[in-house]
Every structure is written in structure tokens, then in C-alpha cells.
């Protein structure tokens, strides 16, 4: 990929590093191989870089824009939001008040809820206001589950194999007592869920999950899992939290919860509530939402300069709205199921071992003979070689993935079925360019989300 040159002589992609440290914004953006990537504009499934190539975006900024990059009735509505109101920080605006009575209609456990700007905001109040409650001190998570960048789940997220079963912080910097006060299972396994709470369920405060961990690509919960920790929850006294700031939304308008039949105490909301536009929500029992300091007198502190921002408000709304009157998930889930149809019939026909798995929108296929995973150990047959290669090679072809190990990809209502056929032509061309080169031999920098060492 040739440099995209800046005025200065220079390309924008070395300005931006020598005043951005690593010349990103965070931390999974800087992509060995596309160091030099630099993005000018986005429409629907599409975004082209200052040099003008185009990428059919199946990445989609780890899934936000549901409705597609740019959409127009999102962006109508965040424009006359603005000609309106902006940020006034005191008191409740009227689409605040809507946008509440929205999330309460439409998911499982919410009756009352409250906006952040993010997802990791929103999980970290979760855990904060189930330790208020309980006044317990553990938190139970699980391998290959992220919920942000807050320091008590903040470890063993795509871990080495010799990491998986020890403490793997994604980051330096971590109080070890923090760590300590955070027990890590195996998804999927609730046999082990039920032994955590033999043991400490007089201590544990919540245990946490990704209702389907979507961070490593897609594992799907087994029904019994689920309802073992909504049973465990429920008899020690715990506090389930769903995080569903990934599958809220993007897969059902009442999340995980509403497909599963599995209800939560507390929901942790973001990515396409706003069609990419920085909204999160935390939202559940009533008696534990009253415990936020929202409510004078309440002893968990909970405030944000720019929570329930008019703008993303709006965004929310409409994204909801849309989301509601037109058939986004009909047709979401119908590419994506043709998407997973046509890429085993890809690797088949190239004699490449794979397992194409997913759900409705979401996509990816793990380089491994099957069966389908269910725990992260599963995920380590992958051959991350394979995987990060011929995603590489996407772009060459038009197409964008994102090259890191185990990420998953993501159809949006602004893709097409040509978008589709040209998505199975360009991987069969990557994945034979990829075996021809023998996969990728350097890996370094491919992952960030483990092996951190020196906490304290």
C-alpha cells in the first residue's frame, strides 16, 4: 500500500504518529501491514482512504453502524436536534425522556435506565452499583469476555495458550488487588459456574457476561449456560449483568435476552443503539437502578458531563426508529446467513479446514477443523496465520476485514447482494494468495487484548 502524502511532505499517516502516540486513537486501530491507512470518507457499506481507493467495509468499527456508515436519517435527525438544542447539562430533555421509555419497551429487564457514552462506562456502573448492593467484593467473567477498559475486567480477553487459566491483564498498571477481586471462567461451562458459587457465592457481587462473545469472533451460549447463571445469580443473591453493548440491537431490538429467554438483572447497551454515534446505556431492576446518586440521597455516584447528549439522543432515536418500521434485521440476517453459506463452500472448494460461524449479521470464520467452538480453549486451534493473512489481502481486492486474530465481521442494511458476491470472489482470490505465501509467519503486534506482565 504506497504512502498518502501530506502537504508537508511528509504522509498524514507519520504527522498523525508524531503527535498521537502510535498515530491512533486506541488502541486496536493501528494494524500491522496498514500503518499507513488514512480514511477520508464513508457512505453506507463503503469508505475510501486520502488515496481515493474504495473498501467495502465489513469491519464497521466493531459493529456499530447497523444501518450503515452515514445514514441519512440519522444524520437528518441529529441536524435538526442541533438546530434546537445542544448541551445544556442540568435537569432532562425531552428526547432523554423518550429515548428512556423506548429502551424500557423494548428490552427484557429494563425498566429503568440511565445514559453514558460508551459501553465500558456503562459496565463499569454495572459492577459498581452491584458491589453497592451487595456489598460483596468478587466479580466473575469469562475467558475471551471484554467489557471495556475499566480496571476490574480488564484481563483475559484473547489470551495466549499458556495464559488461559492465570491472570492475563490486557494492560500494565492494575492494582493486583483489583485483579484478585475478579474471577475468571470458562464460558460455556457451567459446571464450573456452579462450583464458583459453591465456593464464593457469599462473596459474589455479579458475574458478567458477553451473552454471546462476540469479541473473539462468535461463540454461541448453550441455552443451559445461560440459565445456569441466571439460577446461580438468583440463589446467592448476585447480580447478573448481560453485557449486550455488541448484541443489543444488532441482533434482536430486545437483544440477547429476548432471543434467549433469559433475563438479566442489569443491561449494558451501546454500538448500534446510535448507528455509530458515542452512546451507551446501563439499564435493569428498578431497585437497583435506584441506587445511583441520579436520585439524591443514593450512595453510587453516577454522572457525565456529556451523558444524554442531545445530538446522540437523537441518534438513538432514530436508529431505534428505523429499526422498528423497516426490515433492517430481515435482510441483515438473510446476507449473513448467505455470507456464512458461501464462504464454507469457499474453503471447501480450496480443500482450507475452516468453520464458518455467526449469528444474524455477524460473520467469521475460524481456519481449524470443527466442530463449531464453544470456549476460548477451542478458539486456540485457530490458525491465526491463516486468519490474519488473507485478511491482508482483502484490501488489494476492495474489501475490508479487519486483519487482528479472532475479530469478528459485520452486514449492515446498506450492503447488497452484489456486495456479497464480490465478498466471496475476494476472499476465494486472498485465502489462495494466502496458502500460495504459506499464511503469515510474523505476528507481532497482531494482538492487544492479553499478555501484559508487571502489574502494580
Known amino acids: 500500500m504506497k504512502p498518502r502524502t501530506a502537504p508537508s511532505g511528509t504522509t498524514l499517516a507519520e504527522r498523525a504518529r508524531r503527535v498521537i502516540p502510535g498515530g491512533v486513537n486506541s488502541g486496536q486501530r493501528s494494524i500491522p ?17 486520502t488515496d481515493g481507493r474504495e473498501y ?35 435537569a432532562v430533555t425531552d428526547g432523554e425522556i423518550q429515548l428512556a421509555e423506548t429502551l424500557a419497551e423494548l428490552v427484557p429487564s429494563i425498566e429503568q435506565v440511565l445514559l453514558t457514552s460508551t459501553g465500558s462506562e456503562a459496565t ?9 448492593a451487595t456489598g460483596r467484593r468478587l466479580v466473575v467473567k469469562f475467558q475471551g469476555c471484554y467489557h471495556g477498559w475499566h480496571d476490574a475486567v480488564s484481563l483475559n480477553v484473547i489470551s495466549a495458550p499458556d495464559r488461559v487459566g492465570v491472570q492475563d491483564p490486557i494492560s500494565t498498571g492494575i492494582l493486583p488487588e483489583v485483579l484478585d477481586a475478579t474471577l475468571v471462567l470458562r464460558f460455556n461451562d457451567a459446571p464450573a459456574v456452579r462450583a464458583a458459587f459453591a465456593e464464593h457465592g457469599e462473596q459474589i ?10 469479541n473473539v469472533g462468535c461463540l454461541l451460549p448453550d441455552p443451559e449456560f445461560l440459565q445456569a447463571l441466571r439460577d446461580e445469580c438468583t440463589r446467592a443473591g448476585s447480580v447478573l449483568v448481560f453485557d449486550e ?12 435476552q429476548r432471543i434467549s429467554g433469559v433475563t438479566p438483572d442489569l443491561t449494558t447497551l451501546g454500538k448500534a443503539l446510535g448507528n455509530g454515534y458515542p452512546i451507551g446505556a446501563l439499564g435493569g431492576r428498578a431497585d437497583l437502578m435506584d441506587l445511583f446518586s441520579t436520585r439524591p440521597g443514593a450512595p453510587a455516584f453516577f454522572a457525565g458531563t456529556y451523558n444524554g447528549h442531545p445530538a446522540v439522543v437523537a441518534a438513538a432515536l432514530a436508529t431505534l426508529g428505523k429499526l422498528r418500521t423497516e426490515p433492517v434485521h430481515e435482510h441483515v440476517y438473510r446476507l449473513g446467513e448467505r455470507i456464512r453459506a458461501g464462504l464454507a463452500e469457499v474453503f471447501a472448494d480450496l480443500g482450507v479446514p475452516a468453520v464458518v460461524t455467526g449469528h444474524g449479521s455477524v460473520f467469521v470464520s475460524y481456519f481449524m477443523d470443527g466442530p463449531v467452538p464453544r470456549t476460548y480453549d477451542d478458539l486456540l486451534r485457530n490458525d491465526a496465520g491463516m486468519f490474519i493473512g488473507y485478511r491482508r489481502r482483502m484490501p488489494e481486492h476492495g474489501v475490508f ?34 496458502l500460495a505465501a504459506g499464511g503469515v509467519t510474523e505476528l507481532a503486534g497482531t494482538a492487544t487484548m492479553g499478555g501484559a506482565v508487571g502489574n502494580g
Open 33 to 49: 501491514g496498514l500503518t499507513e491507512l488514512v480514511i477520508a470518507r464513508a457512505v453506507g457499506a463503503r469508505f475510501w482512504d
Open 401 to 434: 476485514e479487519l486483519p487482528l486474530n479472532l475479530k469478528r465481521n459485520h452486514v449492515s442494511y446498506a450492503h447488497t447482494d452484489a456486495d456479497v458476491d464480490h465478498l466471496l470472489e475476494a476472499t476465494r482470490s486472498a485465502v489462495r494468495d494466502t
Open 56 to 90: 467495502t467495509d465489513y469491519h464497521a468499527a466493531f459493529g456499530p453502524p447497523l444501518l450503515g456508515h452515514n445514514d441519512p436519517d440519522v444524520n437528518a435527525a441529529v441536524t435538526e436536534a442541533g438546530r434546537r438544542l445542544d448541551l445544556c447539562g442540568v
Open 124 to 132: 463499569f456502573h454495572a459492577l459498581r452499583v452491584a458491589r453497592a
Open 245 to 256: 453493548v455488541i448484541t443489543g440491537f444488532r441482533h434482536d431490538l430486545g437483544g440477547w
Open 205 to 214: 457481587a455479579a458475574v458478567i457476561v458477553e451473552p454471546v462473545p462476540h
